[in-house]
C-alpha cells in the first residue's frame, strides 16, 4: 500500500483529486493540507510507520509554498518522494522545484492513469519531467553554463566523472524525464543492460538516485 498526502490550497482541486485516487486500492491518501506548513508539521509528528511514501505538492500556497515545503521535508526524510502538482510551468520555478528535491513536476491537466503512472515511478526511484519542461530546464541551463569553455566542459565531464559515451547518452534521456523501460526501447538494448547503466552512472557521479543524477547532469553540463 502506497501512502500519499495531498497538499493543494484550493479545495474543490484537493477532494476531486482524492476522489479520483479512490478506485486505485493499492494507494491511500494519508492526509490532505492546505499549505505547505501544514504537511511539514504533519510529517514531524507522526510515527516512523505513518511516514507518506508520496506527497502530491501544489507550488503556489498561502504560508508556507511547495518550493519551500519540499526542502523542510527532504531534510527530515530523504526518501520520501516529492512530485509537483502544479499549473505553474515557469522556469525558475522548475528548476527550484527539483534543487528542492523534487522527484517529478507534473501539471494539473495530467490524467489520473499518468498521474498514478508516475507516482509508480518514483517509488522506483525514477524522475518524471514533462518533455516541454525538460526542454526549460536544459534551456535555462545552456544560457547559464553559456561562459564555459569547450576546454572546462571536457574536463569536467571527462576527468571528474569518467563517464562512457553510453553512459552520457543514457544520463542525458534520464534528464528528460524517460524511464529505463523507454531509453531500452529507444537505444535498443535490454532493460538489465540498462540498470546496470544507471547503476553505474549514480556511482560516478556519486548521488543517491536517478533525481540526483539528472539534477547533477543538468547543472553541471553533462548532457
Not at 148 to 167: A, C, P, V
Amino acid at each position: 500500500m502506497t501512502k500519499i498526502i495531498l497538499v493543494e490550497d484550493h479545495e474543490l482541486t484537493r477532494k476531486g483529486i482524492i476522489y479520483a485516487l479512490k478506485p486505485y486500492s493499492d494507494i491511500k491518501v494519508a492526509g490532505e493540507f492546505e499549505d505547505g506548513k501544514e504537511a511539514v508539521d504533519f510529517i514531524k509528528s507522526s510515527p516512523e510507520n505513518d511516514i507518506p511514501d508520496v506527497i502530491l505538492m501544489d507550488i503556489a500556497m498561502p504560508v508556507l509554498n511547495g518550493i519551500d515545503a519540499a526542502k523542510r521535508i527532504k531534510n527530515l526524510y530523504p526518501d520520501i518522494k516529492i512530485i509537483m502538482l502544479t499549473s505553474i510551468d515557469e522556469k525558475e520555478s522548475v528548476l527550484n522545484a527539483f534543487s528542492a528535491g523534487a522527484n517529478a513536476y507534473v501539471m494539473k491537466n495530467i490524467t489520473i492513469d499518468k498521474l498514478v503512472s508516475i507516482i509508480n515511478m518514483v517509488l522506483n526511484g525514477e524522475i518524471w519531467i514533462a518533455p516541454n519542461i525538460a526542454d526549460y530546464i536544459l534551456d535555462v541551463l545552456s544560457k547559464l553554463h553559456a561562459g564555459s569553455t569547450e576546454e572546462d566542459f571536457n574536463q569536467k565531464t571527462g576527468e571528474e566523472f569518467n563517464l562512457t559515451n553510453r553512459e552520457k547518452e543514457i544520463l542525458a534521456l534520464i534528464a528528460k524525464g524517460m524511464s529505463n523501460k523507454d531509453i531500452a526501447n529507444k537505444l535498443i538494448i535490454s532493460l538489465y543492460t540498462v540498470k546496470n547503466h544507471v547503476k553505474s552512472i549514480i556511482q560516478k557521479l556519486a548521488v543517491e538516485d536517478r533525481t540526483q543524477a539528472a539534477i547533477l547532469a543538468l547543472t553541471e553540463k553533462i548532457v
